[in-house]
């Protein structure tokens, strides 16, 4: 089997697509393409992908909406085709997960330059059998006490890891912070309770706060949630 990363392209634009498979395969890398958003989003579900470069405008499901879903269930790094100049598009991709985008249009080497930097991040991909638990773009990888964010790696204390994975195993439930205390912390803790406050801040500053994203909310007089 190739160790080559293989990028999956789509764009319906035929001549955009070729010009993308001719220069991603003569700098070595496998390709596999697809001109339908819902036909592509199938095929990530079903197939491996190291890169997916995804155009916006598709027919059946545009870019956009295969973003979302994919994010469901996937941290496969994303690029996104936008239009010339069009920032809506470039902010909603990247608030949907996408990792980067490229305008249109675009010359081969910033692209190639784009999927190496996201490869050279990404070295220690996860096995296809190793455990995830995931909600919206929050991925966690219990066996390497791992967490990325779109795609992204975050650094995370022991601490502050032991309780997001608490909340995500959780997730949409209330939990007290008795509850959290007695879960992270042990049942022996005798230390002041807004610790759980202190920490959930932490994890709202590395998570919710740097990518723009709502995930942890208060249940005032009760505690937190985690929500997708």
Not at 22 to 28: F, N, P, T
Not at 39 to 56: G, H, N, P, T
Not at 95 to 114: M, R, W
Not at 116 to 135: A, F, M, Q
Request: with cysteine; proline share 3%; glycine share 6%.
């Amino acid at each position: 089997m190739s160790d080559k990363p293989k990028i999956f392209i789509v764009e319906d634009e035929k001549n955009i697509a070729r010009f993308l498979q001719l220069a991603l395969e003569k700098e070595g890398f496998r390709t596999a393409s697809e001109s339908n958003g819902r036909r592509a989003y199938e095929k990530i579900v079903q197939e491996s992908y190291d890169v997916v470069l995804l155009d916006v405008m598709l027919p059946e499901m545009d870019g956009m909406e295969v973003c979302r879903n994919v994010r469901e269930i996937s941290d496969v790094p994303i690029i996104m085709l936008t239009a010339r100049d069009d920032v809506k598009d470039q902010v909603s991709g990247l608030n949907l997960g996408a990792n980067d985008y490229i305008t249109k249009p675009f010359s081969s080497e910033v692209l190639i330059a784009k999927i190496r930097g996201i490869l050279n991040r990404r070295e220690n991909l996860p096995r296809d059998d190793e455990k995830r638990l995931i909600t919206g773009s929050v991925i966690l990888y219990p066996e390497r006490y791992e967490v990325t964010v779109r795609g992204e790696p975050i650094e995370l204390t022991h601490r502050e890891y032991e309780l997001l994975q608490y909340l995500v195993e959780n997730k949409n439930r209330v939990l007290n912070r008795d509850q959290i205390l007695q879960k992270v912390w042990g049942y022996e803790y005798g230390g002041d309770t807004n610790v759980v406050d202190v920490y959930i801040s932490y994890l709202r500053t590395k998570i919710d706060y740097r990518f723009n994203e709502r995930h942890i909310h208060t249940i005032r007089g009760v505690g937190y949630v985690l929500k997708d």
